[in-house]
C-alpha cells in the first residue's frame, strides 16, 4: 500500500533555506503536494507537482521530485518566523482518485 | 479567497450518540471530500463525492458513517453511533473540475470529541 514518509521536526534560522524532505513508496503517484498546517487551521495548499516535472517554483518555495528515489523536497527560501508551521506532504497515485495519503507531518520552527 | 468552511468547530458527543458535521465547499467545486485526523496520527483519507454519489471510500469509512449534499451548498457527514474511535479532526475537503481538480482545498476542520 502507499506510505508517505516525513521527519517530524526541523528547526531553521530566520533569513536561512528550509528544506523539508518526504518520500513515498507508491511509484505509480501521479501528483505529490505540499500543505500548511497553522495552529488551530486547516490544511493550506501551498504547492503541487505533476509526477512528469523534476522542479516546480513557485516565489519563494522550490519542490524537487526525484522519482528514481521516490523523494519529494520542499525548499523555502528566506524563511520568516511565519513560516513556522506543519508542513504536509501527501500524494495521489491515479489521475482523478482525490484519495490523498499524508505523512505525519513535519514541524518547522523558525528561530528569530 | 474562497474557502471551504467547516461547522462546528468543536464538537463533544456522547458515546452512542449520531453526530453530523456541516460543511460547505467552495462553490464551483464538484468534488468533495471528508478526511480525519486522530490526535497523533496522520491526516486519512475517508471518502470522495461526485456527482451526487460516492465515488470512492476508505476501510475506515464503514457502515457507521454517511455523507448527503442535501442541497446546492451543504455537505455533510454523519457518524450514526459514535465510538469513543471516532475522536479525531475531521477535515472536509472541495475541488473543481478539469485542470482545478487535482487542486484540493481543505476547511478549518472540526474538532469531534466523543466521551
Known amino acids: 500500500g502507499e506510505d508517505v514518509e516525513q521527519s517530524l521536526f526541523l528547526s531553521v534560522r530566520e533569513g536561512d533555506s528550509s528544506v523539508i524532505n518526504c518520500t513515498y513508496t507508491?511509484?505509480?503517484?501521479?501528483?505529490l503536494y505540499w500543505y500548511k498546517q497553522e495552529p488551530g487551521a486547516g490544511l493550506q495548499l501551498l504547492t503541487y507537482?505533476?509526477?512528469?516535472?523534476d522542479m516546480k517554483q513557485d516565489q519563494r518555495l522550490t519542490v524537487l521530485l526525484n522519482k528514481k528515489d521516490k523523494h519529494l523536497s520542499l525548499r523555502i527560501a528566506d524563511t520568516q518566523t511565519g513560516d513556522s508551521a506543519i508542513y504536509f506532504c501527501?500524494?495521489?497515485?491515479?489521475?482523478?482518485?482525490?484519495?490523498?495519503?499524508f505523512g505525519s507531518g513535519t514541524r518547522l520552527q523558525v528561530q528569530p | 479567497e474562497p474557502e471551504v468552511t467547516q461547522t462546528p468547530s468543536h464538537q463533544v458527543t456522547q458515546m452512542g450518540q449520531e453526530v453530523i458535521l456541516r460543511c460547505v465547499p467552495i462553490?464551483?467545486?464538484?468534488?468533495f471530500y471528508w478526511y480525519r485526523q486522530i490526535l497523533g496520527q496522520k491526516v486519512e483519507f475517508l471518502v470522495s463525492?461526485?456527482?451526487?454519489?460516492?465515488?470512492?471510500k476508505s476501510e475506515i469509512f464503514d457502515d457507521q458513517f454517511s455523507v448527503e449534499r442535501p442541497d446546492g451548498s451543504n455537505f455533510t457527514l454523519k457518524i450514526r453511533s459514535t465510538k469513543l474511535e471516532d475522536s479525531a479532526m475531521y477535515f472536509c475537503?472541495?475541488?473543481?473540475?478539469?485542470?482545478?481538480?487535482?487542486?484540493?482545498?481543505f476547511g478549518s476542520g472540526t474538532q469531534l470529541s466523543v466521551l
Open positions: 462553490s464551483n467545486h464538484l468534488y
Open positions: 475537503a472541495s475541488s473543481g473540475s478539469g485542470t482545478q481538480n487535482e487542486k484540493l482545498f
Open positions: 507537482i505533476f509526477s512528469n516535472m
Open positions: 463525492f461526485y456527482n451526487n454519489e460516492i465515488s470512492e
Open positions: 507508491d511509484s505509480s503517484s501521479t501528483y
Open positions: 501527501a500524494e495521489s497515485i491515479s489521475t482523478g482518485r482525490r484519495a490523498l495519503t
